[in-house]
């Protein structure tokens, strides 16, 4: 076991199901072999690959998919039609339910080289921070149903203002009266277990 090498990132793989072992371990093979100095670590529970002291890549396996994703925000020009699945789980590749699933390896060699390369160039990885952005008021609907919900309320309180915002956005986007009721309805039962909006995802 190298100094680059984490020994969590082997627990973690053999606890994730049986069909994204083979998956993250790919993964963790194409990462070091196209950046032989990535250094390995866990962030936010799951695996992450360094490069110069930054966060270059990171995977995760779920119940049934796993995800792949570069941290630099200017790999999203780079990876094309190859981070058009992006809107299917987080990360760039989208869902990753088998081997099949992954781009060609000598493609992601080509990728992996270039997030290197933002990354050396110095370039902010992340826009900085609104500080000053307004947080998104309460829809009244909602309010109501929090104040019959001290659980919920008390959960959504303790949300980081990204995290109420992600719960706001998605029940005033619904089109139809059903659609936001139900929304609103999710909404109730998730935050009465403590849970974010995207929960399933992180």
């Not at 083979?22 to 992450?48: D, F, N, Q, S, Y």
């Not at 992601?108 to 933002?118: D, E, I, P, Y």
């Not at 921070?129 to 659980?151: C, F, G, H, I, T």
Request: aromatic content about 8%; hydrophobic content about 40%; glycine content about 8%.
């Amino acid at each position: 076991m190298t100094a680059n090498l984490d020994p969590r990132f082997e627990g973690y793989i053999e606890r994730s199901a049986a069909f994204a072992q083979p998956v993250l371990r790919e993964l963790r093979r194409r990462v070091h072999r196209a950046c032989p100095g990535a250094v390995e670590t866990l962030k936010w529970g799951m695996p992450h690959f360094l490069y110069g002291g930054s966060i270059l890549c990171g995977m995760a396996g779920f119940k049934q998919h796993c995800t792949f994703g570069y941290w630099h925000q200017g790999m999203e020009k780079v990876l094309g039609v190859h981070g058009r699945k992006a809107a299917t789980a987080m990360g760039n590749l989208g869902r990753i339910a088998g081997l099949a699933d992954l781009p060609p390896a000598a493609v992601m060699h080509r990728h992996l080289r270039a997030a290197m390369k933002l990354i050396d160039s110095g370039t902010p990885a992340r826009p900085p921070p609104r500080s000053a952005r307004k947080e998104r008021a309460v829809p009244a609907d909602l309010a109501v149903a929090l104040a019959k919900n001290a659980a919920a309320a008390q959960a959504f309180r303790d949300l980081s203002p990204s995290h109420r915002r992600e719960y706001l956005e998605w029940i005033e986007e619904a089109k139809r009266g059903e659609t936001r009721a139900r929304r609103l309805a999710t909404t109730l039962a998730w935050l009465s277990k403590g849970k974010s909006r995207n929960w399933k995802y992180r």
